[in-house]
């Protein structure tokens, strides 16, 4: 990385999988807006589905989730049980949407749930909400806790993608994270969840992990690609122990510095794409023929709380603790609390804690910001036509990017705006420009690191 550029890669940003981001939701926003804007969603419209399981068999302790360890199935029963009363919540409140396009489940870990829970819980969601011929359903996957009867229960129940965590194949890391996964376990699930006919394959890469070298992250990237793995998703590791309190478990020295870091995110990139893969936004790659790959070159590739997705839907309906629901009219996420979560079902309420309306020209930045991270490129004129207001409503964003022009991280033209391709792993720091919300000299530490 250029040495200019060091003091933007340690400055705290958001990820942008929303915008404006969840550190601007508030509890003025909650349940009675959830219930009014699920009734307004525009009629034969498809929606999107997350469901959140909050289980592990054990705490990695990098992550950064909102998971537990369960101790016994009972508490994923009880969980399992009020996820179908949430369904019923749901399914009451939406208006005549056009059914299901896309069905994730994410966690935690989903194969957390017993074969006959997962089972039952996608056929209770295709009953209350339809599941539209064309949809995918997708399950991220812990190979350590994957049996065959939980892979036959995916393949049942039409899960078409499975995305594995992976992370990282050195012992030695995977000792410090305390995920030890031998790689044989992996390719014997890649190899059943095949046979089961669950064909397309993403998998999860870090970097940036305790006493992580570029040659773990390059081994780990040629793993993947030698696996004919589909998607890869590269990740940095997010050091935000005062946020992620088993992060503690990790010494900071152990830490690569972000020279390191810079060097391990070039290397994995490096390797993927001499294997044939693209890059994809921010931290994907993708193989060619793959629908992200087709839908980025085609400009149709979209961000939401899940990442980088090919889902069009405007409408996600987030179920279980901690989950995010989006609508156009704006954004709410239930709460992280068990017994909330289950007091409010209970009564018959949604139980959405927290949220923002989008106002005033949050859709304008919003579109802008999801531009940027999608295509590295944004034609704000374009973005301000597509919007309905004035071409120069965007000029104030344009400007605080002219700083960002001086050093080389991009491009602007007029009113068009590009990331150069080495300035990628910084598009973050880009697209804070079109942030309305931050005030330019706020770096709190609520985000992590841009690289
Ligand atoms: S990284 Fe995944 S498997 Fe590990 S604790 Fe977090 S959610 Fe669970």
Redesign the pocket.
């Known amino acids: 990385m250029r040495q200019d550029w060091l003091s933007f890669a340690q400055a705290a940003v958001p990820r942008y999988t929303s915008y404006p981001t969840a550190v601007q939701f508030h509890n003025g926003v909650a349940a009675a807006e959830a219930s009014d804007w699920a009734g307004m969603v525009r009629p034969g419209k498809p929606i999107s589905v997350y469901v959140h399981v909050p289980?592990?068999?054990?705490?990695?302790w990098?992550?950064?989730?909102h998971?537990s360890v369960p101790n016994g199935y009972e508490r994923i029963s009880r969980y399992v049980d009020f996820l179908h009363q949430e369904v019923d919540l749901w399914s009451r409140q939406l208006g005549a949407h056009g059914g299901v396009k896309h069905l994730h489940f994410g966690?935690?870990?989903p194969n957390a749930l017993s074969a006959s829970d997962f089972v039952g819980l996608v056929n209770h969601i295709e009953a209350a909400f339809t599941l539209r011929p064309d949809a995918e359903i997708a399950v991220?996957i812990?190979p350590?806790?994957l049996t065959p009867e939980r892979i036959a229960a995916l393949a049942i129940s039409g899960v078409s993608r499975a995305s594995l965590?992976v992370?990282t194949l050195a012992p030695h890391v995977q000792k410090a994270i305390n995920?030890v996964q031998p790689q044989e376990m992996i390719e014997t699930t890649l190899e059943d969840l095949r046979k089961a006919g669950i064909g397309a394959i993403n998998m999860d890469l870090m970097y940036g992990l305790p006493q992580q070298t570029v040659e773990d992250v390059v081994e780990a990237a040629r793993f993947a690609a030698s696996m004919g793995t589909d998607r890869v998703a590269v990740f940095g590791y997010a050091h935000v122990p005062w946020f992620a309190k088993?992060q503690r478990a990790i010494e900071a020295e152990t830490l690569p510095g972000l020279v390191e870091r810079f060097h391990q995110a070039e290397a994995v990139g490096a390797t993927l794409m001499a294997a044939g893969y693209s890059a994809i936004g921010l931290d994907h790659f993708a193989r060619p023929g793959d629908e992200m790959a087709v839908a980025a070159k085609a400009g149709r590739l979209r961000r939401n709380f899940q990442g980088y997705t090919t889902d069009p839907c405007e409408t996600l309906i987030g179920l279980g603790q901690s989950s995010i629901s989006a609508f156009h009219e704006g954004y709410v996420q239930n709460t992280k609390d068990r017994r909330a979560w289950e007091a409010a079902i209970a009564s018959g309420a949604l139980p959405s804690e927290r949220g923002i309306d989008l106002v005033g020209e949050d859709r304008l930045h919003a579109r802008a910001i999801e531009m940027l991270m999608c295509n590295l490129a944004v034609d704000a004129a374009a973005v301000c036509r597509e919007m309905g207001v004035s071409e120069d409503r965007l000029d104030a964003s344009l400007e605080r990017a002219r700083l960002l022009e001086a050093a080389g991280l991009c491009v602007i033209r007029g009113r068009q705006l590009e990331i150069p391709e080495e300035a990628r792993a910084l598009m973050r720091t880009v697209a804070r420009c079109f942030d309305a919300y931050v005030p330019a000299e706020d770096d709190a530490p609520r985000h992590a690191k841009a690289v």
């Open positions: 289980f592990c068999e054990q705490l990695c990098y992550c950064g989730c998971t966690g935690g870990s991220e812990d350590r806790a965590g992370q995920r088993h």
